[in-house]
């Protein structure tokens, strides 16, 4: 497989993972991601607390995570 197949695989795979997010963790995902939106920025547009923001946002990433490596999660790095 080619590199640029490897990639577009990866970002079909992204959407597809951001795709089944809820629609907060989705916008809230989204805001942050693309928009490069801080969460003081992403809490004033969607009503949300910074603490809601934070929690929908660890939420998103660790499901779009698991989605795209299969439930293995990532391996903490040494300390």
């Known amino acids: 497989m080619t590199a640029r197949r490897h990639e577009a695989d990866e970002l079909v795979r992204l959407a597809a ?3 089944t997010l809820p629609m907060a963790e989705r916008a809230v995902y989204l ?3 693309v928009d490069r939106l ?3 920025q992403i ?3 969607l009503g949300l607390s910074i603490e809601e923001v934070e929690r929908l946002t660890a939420s998103a990433v660790l499901a779009v995570d ?3 490596h299969g439930g293995r ?3 903490k790095a040494p300390e």
């Open 73 to 75: 999660g990532r391996q």
């Open 38 to 40: 801080d969460y003081p």
């Open 31 to 33: 805001l942050g991601a």
């Open 43 to 45: 809490g004033f547009r």
């Open 17 to 19: 993972a951001i795709d």
């Open 66 to 68: 698991r989605a795209l």
